[in-house]
């Protein structure tokens, strides 16, 4: 069973960076056939996908271009985590962030999505001095 | 940039009847290659994270009731739960996985008990 585990400060000051962690058990965050993705959520923005990292014979990152020139995923082989990190954060950074993991299955040698199938549990992160 | 509306914003419908919420994207989803629609369903109810409920526009995840279906093609899609039951009462949400580097979702639509 697939489970993902966030941690991270809840409270950050404008200005700082953003650090969050999520913990994978029961899959590698070195798999072919998943990428593992930050979303974030506000009553203001909604739904909101921020970027996500992956591995298929190296490393990629994909970052949503209104957040690309803050943001950082790392993946962490050695504890199989990965990380977000959100530079020079605003008031309006403050929402619940979630990580994700999208699935994918080979259909006739092509590596297909399904979708974000694993979620953590959600971290609030305020951004308030 | 890629947007997806979702219709209407809010809904509801008594127990035991049928529920539809539909899904625009300003783009089309379907990836020729393999004729699949990049397109997801996925439930949120308060607290929780939200749950996969339908992926490839129409594929029902593991685990998810058959009253739970989805269709469309392309630019327009509609979940529909068939007969609504008390634990559906959630925020609905539609995503598009289609075009890198941008995923976004709907603006959700809640549902709730008439």
């Known amino acids: 069973q697939v489970q993902l585990q966030q941690s991270g400060p809840g409270l950050v000051k404008p200005s700082q960076t953003l650090s969050l962690t999520c913990a994978i058990s029961g899959d590698s965050v070195s798999s072919n056939s998943a990428t593992w993705n930050w979303i974030r959520q506000s009553p203001s923005r909604g739904l909101e996908w921020l970027g996500r990292?992956?591995?298929?014979?190296?490393?990629?990152?994909d970052y949503e271009p209104s957040v690309e020139s803050r943001i950082t995923i790392n993946p962490d082989t050695s504890k199989n985590q990965f990380s977000l990190q959100l530079h020079s954060v605003r008031p309006d950074d403050t929402a619940v962030y979630y990580c994700?993991?999208?699935?994918?299955?080979?259909?006739?040698?092509?590596?297909?999505?399904?979708?974000?199938?694993?979620w953590g549990q959600g971290r609030m992160v305020t951004v308030s001095s | 940039d890629i947007v997806m509306t979702q219709s209407p914003d809010s809904l509801a419908v008594s127990l035991g009847e049928r529920a539809t919420i539909n899904c625009k994207s300003s783009q089309s989803v379907l990836y020729s290659s393999n004729n699949k629609n990049y397109l997801a369903w996925y439930q949120q109810k308060p607290g929780q994270p939200p749950n996969l409920l339908i992926y490839w526009a129409s594929t029902r995840e593991s685990g998810v009731p058959d009253r739970f279906s989805g269709s469309g093609s392309g630019t327009d899609f509609t979940l529909t739960i068939s007969s609504l039951q008390a634990e559906d009462v959630a925020v609905y949400y539609c995503q598009q996985y289609y075009s890198t580097p941008m995923y976004p979702f709907g603006q959700g639509t809640k549902l709730e008990i008439k």
């Open positions: 994700a993991r999208g699935r994918s299955t080979m259909i006739r040698g092509l590596n297909t999505p399904c979708g974000f199938d694993i």
């Open positions: 990292t992956y591995y298929r014979s190296k490393w990629y990152n």
